[in-house]
């Protein structure tokens, strides 16, 4: 079978597609024909040597961690699924999605939802998954609080704002201008420029920052915040003496696999309550020019590809 992998660290000409042995599923996993493959930022911090968790001693490993499909194969100790279920999920680190086949934990698969294609169901589990648990099982986000969303156009933050709204939150956002209307459509409140707007003037009192940017974005974030409030981050381990001496919490975390909480994101699709933007599709064949669109473009939430059929 096809697999898209790294032998080295690089840019995105580091990308090769390999020939491999289509892998046989582990008595608790199943094997998933892919059909399409989400693209998120980790890929090309993983292709950069960017991640720490992977380490060049690893490689060659395999691009990608989003996966839907058809299931191919199912493990000697799986129940509840069968080859031929419509699923979708978020693969093990290395192990790649930018191919035909992937092996995944049958724990961590789920049901693909019905109202979607694979193309969008590609661009769901990972930045959903973030979204939700950033939001929720680290922010404790719940109705009537103040919450600002940076970086809140792209795959995460696209998640993030119809979750906020969903619960009912007040949702305050950063993102370019021209962003504006999608977001708005989405369910946020407000739309501050990050480009030409200063966000830390124009709020305050805010009970959850999700931060989706890091650096100095993050630093400033701790002036909105109220004394109690939370920052949660997806990206560096925000300053625990800074929010020591405000009064506020901060927290990085590492998005975990949970079916549970893709099933449920799966319901509310289907119920029409979250919408999936994917901002373009592209054949397998041009994974590396994804990566490159992905990095250094504007697009508006996903990327992903798809394979021939
Ligand atoms: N810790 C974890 O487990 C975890 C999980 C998922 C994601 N992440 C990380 O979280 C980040 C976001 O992920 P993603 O998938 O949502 O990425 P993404 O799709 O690239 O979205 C990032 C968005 O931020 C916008 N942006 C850039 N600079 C900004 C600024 N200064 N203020 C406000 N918005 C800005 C970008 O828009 P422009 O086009 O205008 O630049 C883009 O829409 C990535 O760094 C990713 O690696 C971490």
């Not at 708005?184 to 990050?194: F, H, K, P, R, S």
Request: negative net charge; aromatic residues 6%; glycine residues 10%.
């Amino acid at each position: 079978m096809k697999l898209v992998r790294i032998h080295r660290f690089g840019d995105s000409s580091a990308l090769v597609t390999d020939q491999v042995p289509t892998p046989s599923p582990e008595p608790d996993e199943v094997v998933i024909h892919i059909q399409a493959a989400g693209i998120n930022p980790v890929d090309f911090k993983i292709r950069e040597g960017d991640y720490p968790p992977v380490v060049a001693s690893q490689l060659p490993v395999g691009m990608g961690r989003d996966v839907a499909g058809v299931i191919s194969k199912v493990g000697a100790r799986v129940e509840g699924l069968q080859k031929g279920d419509a699923v979708y999920a978020m693969a093990a680190t290395g192990r790649g999605t930018y191919g035909d086949y992937v092996a995944v934990r049958a724990s961590e698969v789920a049901a693909m939802p019905s109202t979607l294609d694979a193309v969008q169901a590609a661009a769901v589990p990972l930045a959903a998954l973030t979204a939700w648990q950033g939001l929720f099982d680290h922010g404790h986000v719940a109705q009537g609080k103040r919450v600002l969303i940076h970086g809140a156009s792209g795959g995460v933050g696209h998640f993030a704002v119809q979750f906020a709204r969903g619960a009912g939150a007040q949702v305050l956002t950063t993102a370019r201008a021209e962003d504006a209307p999608f977001l708005e459509a989405l369910g946020a409140d407000q739309v501050i420029d990050y480009r030409h707007e200063d966000f830390s003037a124009q709020l305050g009192d805010v009970d959850v920052v999700f931060d989706l940017i890091g650096g100095e974005t993050q630093q400033r974030s701790f002036e909105v915040l109220k004394p109690g409030g939370m920052l949660v981050s997806t990206l560096g381990e925000p300053s625990q003496d800074e929010a020591h001496r405000r009064h506020m919490r901060a927290t990085r975390y590492t998005v975990q696999p949970n079916a549970a909480q893709l099933q449920r994101i799966g319901r509310m699709i289907d119920a029409k309550e979250v919408s999936v933007t994917v901002h373009e599709s592209l054949p397998l064949k041009q994974a590396a020019r994804a990566q490159d669109v992905l990095q250094c473009e504007h697009i508006r939430g996903k990327l992903v590809l798809k394979m021939a059929a």
